[in-house]
């Protein structure tokens, strides 16, 4: 039997674990409300910027746009979203075995991979797939700002002809206790082209200009959306991790207690044994 | 004066005024003015300023490209960013533009968008004059 010692070493080092998993789902639970809260404010503009390019883009011309143009599929990109850090489930797990299995599916030699999140840079490293760029480093201050940077750099390996379609492996926030991972056409755009009646309505300065304008938006707010259901998801994530965990050590403390009271007992009755014995001797 | 709705929506947050007269915009090519029961329709906006009556006020926000959308109940404007002149940080601004023009002149290849980032920065400023 381990000896007392040992056991309330172990009981004050799972109790000390105990706080830090307290203090991370915490953290990970304020971090959650945060970007659910963001996730609503961005749908006014996403949802409105859909349907006017959905009303218009059945009335120009694809040849308009690079972004528009339907190319026969030779090469094509992916782009993977993952966490920096760890710590969080089987969160990014989940999203690399779905990723590399589309990827693998497609041929290895043929993707090209831009990767968001630590997680997903080393996984795609270590089995050496072509990496074009990969963001790191950008979550704990997200900004409007790192969705267009990151944006700008995919769309230009689009629009340079480098691939033909661009597909998106993220999870989606479903709600605090599921997280959905999904892949995504990207580019080239998909519209239903759902004509919501066509309105006597003024374009200025006319159709082209505005798809034109409007579609880079478009995908500027769509990259954003995926930064934050991705982000939203991660912290949900984490933060079940580490309440399994909390409760995990609560067990494993109850379980050292007894341990260490029994330890406790068996020492006493020893020791009692071995006084009465001693007694015994010298009366004898 | 007839007023009408006026909602700037931005991918981070959505400024709603509920008195408004009169709203002038950054059209691509040229300023157009908004009042009540204006013809509906949707109408590019570039960098620039927008100038609006709020309850007999003036009030002047700093916008980057978008759109508008008019309808008969409210005008919409769809745009990137979004400050109230009140909120711009005028040395804030100043170092921004200074930054930009650093970077003007290094970029070569993207030039596009340094004049981007150099133009929204200028107009931050001038917005911030108010």
Known sequence: MANLKDIRDRIKSVTSIQKVTKAMKMVAAAKMRRAQERMEQARPYSRSLKDVINNLLPEVDRDLLPLLEVREVNRVAYVVVTSDRGFAGAFNTNILKIAQAEIDAIGKDTVDLFCIGKKARDHFKRREYTIIDSHLDFWNDLSFSDAMTIGDGIIGHFTSRIVDEIHVVYDEFVNVATQETISELLLPLVFDGSESGSKDRLYEPSKDVLVKSLVPRHLNVQMWKYLLESYASEQAARMLAMENATSNAEDMIKDLTLEFNKARQAAITTEMLEIVSGAEALSG | ?130
Do not use: W
Not at chain 2, 7 to 12: A, N
Not at chain 2, 68 to 92: F, G, H, M, N, Y
């Open chain 2, 1 to 130: 004066m007839k007023s009408f709705p006026l909602e700037i929506v931005t991918p981070t947050r959505k400024i709603e005024e509920s008195e408004v007269t009169y709203a002038r915009c950054p059209g691509l090519d040229g300023e157009f003015g908004i009042m009540a029961n204006h013809r509906e329709g949707i109408i590019a906006l570039a960098i620039g300023e927008v100038k609006a009556t709020i309850s007999g006020k003036e009030e002047y926000f700093a916008i980057s490209g978008g759109f508008a959308e008019i309808t008969k109940e409210k005008v919409q404007l769809l745009v990137e960013t979004a400050e109230p002149s009140t909120e711009i940080d005028s040395t804030r601004a100043e170092e921004a533009l200074e930054r930009a023009k650093e970077r003007f002149s290094e970029a070569e290849k993207d030039e596009d968008r340094a004049k981007e980032s150099q133009e929204r920065a200028r107009n931050r400023l001038k917005v911030s004059s108010h």
